[in-house]
């Protein structure tokens, strides 16, 4: 048996990377990636046709949105191993951070395994639903009346490519004896894809348990792999994990439905603080609730959520934008934005923070990504302001907050996901964004204003610049400008959806890169591969909430919670008031589209049986998951920032960005007392 080798999972290349395993594994994931990226840039490319085809010629197509569909569940299926290549699936860390590096690499294989049982589960459901699909022949409602085993299939691969890149991960951190051991878990995956095959599309129960043949078989086999890999302590703990995990939900058929919600709860958040993945820990307490809580097992339902929950059209704004988002920061658009809005803001007192956040703003307009927002102005405005004698704190503060407009100001990824989870408009969505997003933008520069009459050492005299510098200046806003016009223009012009208005964001920031000589074949490549994974990790996460949101559903937990507050009869703002306070605990541990996920099935039905508005829920929301980006400990867009300084501490970020956290609350106070302000435009727009 193998003990755990101290061992980054994303080490650079070594011994155990350069192993045949490893190479093989590798091999597969590079190819399902550059498939990704062909599969990428033909999807932006259709929609855009259909955009020229229907505005220009007016001859709209009958194919593009259906094949387009397909096309993205490809991407985000087969993305999912360089996802996991390149260390992208997001993990809470609050506890594993705290841990010694062998203890730490331990934790993670237990995390590694916990993941791989689910995702071996997945990928034999999603087999079987295939297989189903085409013995049936099922086929799509739409004019083109696709067969649907055919998209179907890169699910199934993509899973199962998955499992493998786990597998060499787990292998980089075992780091297990050459010989016949090294190549247990493969023999056991040929051996266990050979039984299932035997098995066929039966769901042969074993008689007595809740348990059927093919679940235990995989189990026999990831046991088996465990053993031979990272060695007896490991499996035990692995085992003992999902045995705990078990006996918890077996008690928990007896528990008050509140009871029962607490319990599921509770059980995520401990794989979440163990470090498992975010999205395989949705998984692994999805699966087990279709195990064990309701009256029947039906795990199937796991192949059904994941084919269903990315099957849809509005989601492939999600790859576009980011792939816009990426062209855009490729370009150096943004660098030229920066240093224009210095020269204009140059005189006010904190001129260089002013300009931040409404370099933000702007970047915001065009991004749809609080992350891509944080990563330009790190590399852009942060060198900047602290070498003009800016403090680390004002500086990485200001930045901080304005990177989470990325996802108020519309485009926005976040309303995208909100507005297809509740059934909301996309559109009025992106107009109801606005107003409020330009309102905070205001209150960010005001206060950085007091900040620097009350802390004036902080910032440094401001600069004037004379009016044929700024004028020239304009010159470099000018594609930024274009890149706003286009996409936000084309929306609410009509010419294009929510949805294809990434796609022709996209190609105009394609073609800035080529017309500043900023691209090359190999920059294109990474470009579109750092997409795919991407939107890999984020779809994850949407495929496991699918699962583990089906389990409350199912169990009528997000009716009895409503009830509940009925019962309660508490005042309206008391209810939010409560909600915003689990979002602000929840936002401190979780990734914020995760959160979001994970919680939308229970506190939308609350937010509108008091008669809260679902358009002004969606931008409160948004708000709030703004806010778990920027505290610790898992805010993402603090973690960016950081890796992106060089020696200014985690916790000195974290406190530059506490004063716009409290404002951000104070402005969700606003907007419960005044939602016209959210409001009026949308319903000017009507």
């Keep these: 048996m193998a003990d755990v080798n101290v061992q980054s999972v994303d080490q650079g290349e070594g011994a155990n990377s350069a192993s045949r395993i490893g190479r093989l594994i590798d091999i597969l994931s590079d190819s399902t990636g550059i498939i990704g990226v062909l599969a990428l840039f033909w999807m932006t490319a259709i929609v855009c046709y259909e955009v020229v085809s229907r505005s220009v010629f007016n001859e709209p197509t009958t194919w593009v949105t259906e094949i387009s569909t397909y096309v993205f569940v490809a991407i985000v299926f087969l993305g999912l191993a360089p996802a996991q290549k390149a260390n992208r699936h997001i993990q809470v860390e609050v506890l594993v951070s705290q841990l010694r590096p062998e203890w730490r690499d331990r934790l993670e294989l237990v995390g590694l395994w916990a993941g791989l049982a689910f995702v071996a589960i997945a990928t034999w459901q999603m087999a079987r639903f295939t297989f189903l699909e085409y013995v049936h022949d099922t086929r799509d409602w739409g004019l083109l009346a696709t067969p649907q085993w055919i998209p179907q299939v890169p699910v199934t691969l993509g899973f199962g490519c998955l499992a493998l890149a786990l597998l060499r991960d787990i292998h980089r951190l075992s780091n297990p004896r050459p010989g016949l051991a090294e190549w247990i878990p493969l023999v056991a995956a040929v051996a266990t894809i050979l039984a299932l095959i035997w098995l066929g599309r039966s769901d042969v129960h074993i008689a007595g348990t809740r348990f059927d043949w093919g679940t235990l078989i995989i189990a026999v086999a990831v046991t088996a792999s465990m053993l031979a890999w990272s060695g007896v302590a490991t499996t035990l703990a692995v085992v003992a994990l ?23 709860i509770g059980a995520l958040l401990v794989l979440l603080l163990l ?81 931040s956040v409404a370099a933000a703003a702007m970047f915001a307009a065009v991004s749809g990504s609080s992350l891509a927002t944080a990563a330009t102005l790190g590399s852009v405005a942060a060198p900047e302001m602290v070498s003009r004698g800016y403090s680390p704190r004002l500086t990485y503060g200001v930045i901080a907050a304005g990177a989470t ?213 969606g931008v409160v929301l948004v708000i709030l998951v703004e806010i778990g980006l920027i505290t610790p400990p898992v805010g993402m867009v603090l973690f960016v920032l950081r890796g992106m300084s060089k020696d200014v501490p985690l916790g000195e970020i974290a406190l530059g960005a506490l004063p716009f956290v409290l404002l951000m609350l104070a402005f969700i106070a606003l907007l419960y007392a005044f939602p016209e302000i959210v409001m009026w435009l949308p319903n000017q727009m009507k």
């Excluded at 999902?242 to 599921?264: D, E, N, P, R, V």
């Excluded at 989601?315 to 809005?341: E, N, Q």
């Excluded at 009016?467 to 706003?484: C, D, F, N, Q």
């Design 405 to 617: 407009l990325g996802i108020l100001i519309p485009p926005s990824i976040a309303m995208i996901i909100y507005g297809n989870v509740v059934g909301a408009p996309v559109t009025v969505l992106f107009i109801a964004g606005i107003i409020p997003g330009l309102l905070l933008a205001a209150l960010f520069m005001g206060l950085v204003l007091v900040w620097s009459i009350i802390a004036p050492s902080s910032v440094p005299s401001g600069r004037s610049y004379p009016l044929r510098e700024k004028l020239v200046s304009l010159l470099g806003v000018l594609p930024a400008v274009l890149l706003i016009v286009a996409v936000l223009g084309s929306l609410y012009a009509g010419i294009a959806s929510p949805t294809e208005a990434g796609a022709v964001g996209a190609a105009i920031a394609f073609l800035l890169c080529l017309i500043r000589g900023k691209l090359d074949w190999k920059s294109l490549y990474e470009t579109g591969l750092e997409t795919v994974r991407v939107t890999a990790f984020i779809m994850l996460i949407v495929v496991c909430a699918a699962i583990f949101s089906w389990v409350f559903d199912y169990l009528r937990l997000p009716r009895e919670l409503v009830a509940l507050v009925r019962e309660a009869n508490l005042p309206p703002w008391l209810i939010m008031t409560l909600i915003c306070a689990v979002y602000l605990v929840l936002g401190m541990i979780i990734e914020s589209i995760s959160m979001m996920l994970m919680t939308l099935s229970v506190t939308f039905p609350i937010v509108s049986a008091i008669g809260l508005d679902p358009i002004w829920f």
């Design 242 to 264: 999902y045995a705990a995990l078990i006996a918890l939900f077996l008690l928990a058929k007896g528990f008050s439905i509140g009871a029962l919600g607490a319990a599921l």
């Design 275 to 355: 470090g498992v993945r975010i999205g395989f820990a949705m998984g692994i307490i999805g699966m087990l609730g279709l195990l064990f809580l309701l009256p029947r097992p039906q795990l199937p339902i796991i192949a059904d959520r994941a084919w269903t929950s990315v099957n849809t059209f509005t989601l492939t704004a999600i790859p576009t934008f980011v792939l816009m988002g990426a062209f855009l920061v490729r370009s150096a658009i943004t660098t030229d934005l920066f240093d224009a809005l210095v020269c204009w803001f140059g005189r006010a007192r904190g001129g260089l923070a002013h300009a």
